[in-house]
Every structure is written in structure tokens, then in C-alpha cells.
């Protein structure tokens, strides 16, 4: 069964500051693809940053990149900088090659950023 | 603008009273899903379509019903609201299901059923 665990409910990181959101997975797929998305209080649920899980090296997306490490079976994303903006619920996502039909996500993460 | 819609944005209604909530997406994606968003639950997947006339249950898909008439419309059915139905209404479609495709998200729909 596939599984994605965020631990943090709530984190608060301090303006221009770095901060790292936590996300460890459980799957059974040989291949499978790694999603961060962005719910702010509006609602919407924003795109992120991938991670394929034969990508070599990190992904990285302007202030955004992910930690992965396969061993560990984690994918934390580290956001660099942080502005007020960054204020919202974070999602980590999983998609397995062989049950690339489901989407699985985590509980979430609440960040917010004190000025 | 390449997009996923949603309709109704905000819907309330009682027990037992049909709706249709609608999806269409412009982007000639094959896969289209639905999820629920639930305080402290995440997101969950209630039902998924890999293309026309071929739709999959997810993990929550009891009370619900979809059809894929269209590749770009997949409405999601509730026959007979419950107040337990009340949630965030997510659709959702990607390229295809390849495990390395990330998925657009439509605005939300939040459903209260009283």
C-alpha cells in the first residue's frame, strides 16, 4: 500500500529564514514520482516542485527544492528565504509507475511566516 | 488560459437531494480525478478516470458516482446526499497516468449537505 506521513501539523519560520517541511512515503512501486503542492487560505491547490525517484540529483524550483532521499524514503521540502506569501497549508503527494492511477497525499503541513 | 473549472464553487442542500457538481478541463488531458478534502484527512481520492468511458474507484468512492462521457468533462454525482458528504471538492486532471505527470487542480467546490 502506498502511504505518504507528514509529521508536522503546524511550523512557523521567521521571515527570509529557511525552513524544512517534512515528508516520508511507503510504496512498493519500483518508480514513482514525488509532488509538493500549495493550499494558501484561498483555497487553490498550487504545483510545486517533482521529484522522479531515478532523478539523480534534487529538484530545485526558484526558492523551493526538495531533499530527497531514497533510502530514508523521505521528500522534505526546503523553502529558502521565506516571505509572508509563503503562509499556507503544504502537501506532499505521491504517484507509484505501477498505481500511477492513484494520487496519494499526506495530511498537510500549516507554515506560517512571522514578519 | 489552460485551466480545470469547477461549478457549482459553493453549494448547500439537504439529505437526500441530488446534485452534480460539474469538471470540464481545456487541456486534452486523459486522466481526470476526484478528491475530498477533509480538516486533518488530507486529500483523498474518491474516484479517477483514465480516459473516456473508463473510471476507477479510489480510496473513498462510497455515496459518489462519475461519469466520462467527454474527455474534457468528468461530474462528479451525489444521488443521495449525507451531512458526512459535507467537504471540499477537488477536481483534477494530468496528461495521462504516468507516475512523473503532476496534476492541475480546479478551484474547489465546498458542499455543506444539512
Known amino acids: 500500500a502506498q502511504k505518504i506521513t507528514q509529521t508536522q501539523p503546524g511550523m512557523f519560520v521567521q521571515e527570509k529564514e529557511a525552513v524544512t517541511l517534512d515528508c516520508t512515503y511507503d510504496?512498493?512501486?519500483?518508480?514513482?514520482?514525488l509532488f509538493w503542492y500549495k493550499q494558501p487560505s484561498s483555497g487553490e491547490m498550487i504545483f510545486l516542485i517533482y521529484?522522479?525517484?531515478?532523478?539523480?540529483q534534487n529538484a530545485t524550483e526558484g526558492r523551493y527544492s526538495l531533499n530527497f532521499q531514497k533510502a530514508r524514503k523521505s521528500a522534505n521540502l526546503v523553502i529558502s528565504a521565506s516571505q509572508l506569501g509563503d503562509s499556507a497549508m503544504y502537501f506532499c503527494?505521491?504517484?507509484?509507475?505501477?498505481?500511477?492511477?492513484?494520487?496519494?497525499f499526506g495530511t498537510g503541513t500549516s507554515l506560517t511566516v512571522i514578519p | 488560459e489552460a485551466q480545470v473549472t469547477q461549478n457549482p464553487r459553493y453549494l448547500i442542500t439537504v439529505t437526500g437531494k441530488k446534485l452534480t457538481v460539474t469538471c470540464s478541463q481545456n487541456?486534452?488531458?486523459?486522466?481526470m480525478s476526484w478528491y475530498r478534502q477533509d480538516p486533518g484527512l488530507g486529500l483523498r481520492q474518491i474516484y479517477y478516470?483514465?480516459?473516456?468511458?473508463?473510471?476507477d474507484k479510489g480510496d473513498v468512492p462510497e455515496g459518489y458516482k462519475v461519469s466520462r462521457k467527454e474527455k474534457r468533462n468528468f461530474p462528479l454525482i451525489l444521488e443521495s446526499p449525507s451531512p458526512n458528504q459535507t467537504s471540499l471538492y477537488f477536481c483534477?486532471?494530468?496528461?495521462?497516468?504516468?507516475?512523473?505527470?503532476?496534476?492541475?487542480f480546479g478551484p474547489g467546490t465546498r458542499l455543506t449537505v444539512t
Open positions: 483534477a486532471s494530468s496528461l495521462g497516468g504516468s507516475a512523473y505527470y503532476e496534476q492541475y
Open positions: 510504496t512498493s512501486d519500483p518508480s514513482y514520482g
Open positions: 521529484q522522479g525517484s531515478y532523478d539523480q
Open positions: 503527494a505521491m504517484r507509484g509507475a505501477n498505481t500511477g492511477n492513484q494520487f496519494y
Open positions: 487541456m486534452n488531458h486523459e486522466y
Open positions: 478516470s483514465m480516459n473516456v468511458e473508463v473510471t
